[in-house]
């Protein structure tokens, strides 16, 4: 069983820059597993951000993944010592309002937005002027 634990949400105002940080503990912590992160504004479905392979890379997309919303502008990484993935976010929009979780599981080799077994609770992020 792994959990996971996101923190470095906020509020900003349009332009500025934040870093989610996603933890992991429990079972192998990050070792071999796909994270990915996804946001949900009010009223609206999630979607997914971004997303990092664990050993499930694919031909049908790249490692690692980004939406295109967000594409040029956000950067996620990953520090297995520390089982830590990261978002960056720069340049934010008030579109990128939402509260944004990580996930982690085995993946996919056909979606990267497929194959999440384990979610955290979730960060908000504002943006706003």
């Known amino acids: 069983q792994v959990q996971l634990v996101e923190s470095g949400g906020g509020s900003v105002q349009p332009g500025e820059s934040l870093t989610l940080s996603c933890v992991a503990s429990g079972g192998d912590s990050l070792d071999g597993y796909a994270i990915g992160w996804f946001r949900q504004a009010p009223g609206k479905e999630r979607e997914g951000v971004s997303r990092?392979?664990?050993?499930?890379?694919?031909?049908?997309?790249?490692?690692?993944f980004y939406a295109d919303s967000v594409k040029g502008r956000f950067t996620i990484s990953s520090d297995k010592a520390k089982s830590t993935v990261y978002l960056q976010m720069n340049s934010l929009k008030p579109e990128d309002t939402a509260v944004y979780y990580c996930?982690?599981?085995?993946?996919?080799?056909?979606?990267?937005?497929?194959?999440?077994?384990?979610w955290g609770q979730g960060t908000q992020v504002t943006v706003s002027s």
């Open positions: 990092i392979s664990g050993n499930t890379g694919s031909p049908l997309f790249a490692d690692p």
């Open positions: 996930a982690a599981g085995g993946g996919s080799g056909y979606s990267p937005w497929l194959g999440y077994d384990y």
